[in-house]
T-cell receptor, first 113, second 112 residues
């Protein structure tokens, strides 16, 4: 069974631009969660989607948004990028909603210049 | 804010020694999980322990949970160089926020 895949793996953007990251969960998994990881703040929860609906959202500004498609693939979008958005963005999938075992992708390393 | 705080922040040991990491959390939980992260990569799930369990084993891993002290420990026995990684605890707080919240992590270095 293929694992969670994230694209792109690396991304360089400049301040003010926007970016879209993609996550394909493990086949059959319907829940997708997104996390931001930085050296200063650690792993921070962004949001969780289940069956195309956002179940929960972390304490991030409205510039961070996401969606989930009918095939469970998910995208997250960050608009008006700031230097502080530089981070490793991790996606995780699980069979059902809630917080049992999560399977993580390799992450997208975003650098904002 | 993070639910879990881990200590030590960093730990260096020799191969064959045991490594113990601790996690403390703030609110009541349904379960607590431990994950491993190799440098700059995704996390790998190690073990989940439910709030009504006190101890759980998986291979060389032993996890304990003390809900009265709001703390958990992860013991890796007979460590190997390949165990070098960061280890995180994660809790789902029973405070209706329904989030999985990660601790600050312990960086483990195992020298051959």
């Amino acid at each position: 069974k293929a694992g969670v895949t994230q694209t792109p793996r690396y991304l360089i953007k400049t301040r003010g631009q926007q970016v879209t990251l993609s996550c394909s969960p493990i086949s059959g998994h319907r829940s997708v969660s997104w996390y931001q990881q930085t050296p200063g703040q650690g792993l921070q929860f962004l949001f969780e989607y289940f069956s195309e609906t956002q179940r929960n959202k972390g304490n991030f500004p409205g510039r961070f948004s996401g969606r989930q498609f009918s095939n469970s693939r998910s995208e997250m979008n960050v608009s008006t990028l700031e230097l502080g958005d530089s981070a490793l963005y991790l996606c995780a999938s699980s069979l059902v909603a809630g917080y049992n075992e999560q399977f993580f992708g390799p992450g997208t390393r975003l650098t904002v210049l | 804010s993070q639910q879990g705080e881990e200590d030590p922040q960093a730990l260096s040991i020799q191969e064959g020694e045991n490594a113990t990491m601790n996690c403390s959390y703030k609110t009541s939980i349904n379960n607590l999980q431990w994950y491993r992260q190799n440098s700059g990569r995704g996390l790998v799930h190690l073990i989940l322990i439910r709030s009504n369990e006190r101890e759980k084993h998986s291979g060389r891993l032993r996890v304990t949970l003390d809900t009265s002290k709001k703390s958990s420990s992860l013991l890796i026995t007979a460590s190997r160089a390949a165990d070098t990684a960061s280890y995180f605890c994660a809790t789902d707080a029973r405070d209706n926020t329904d989030k999985l919240i990660f601790g600050t992590g312990t960086r483990l270095q195992v020298f051959p």
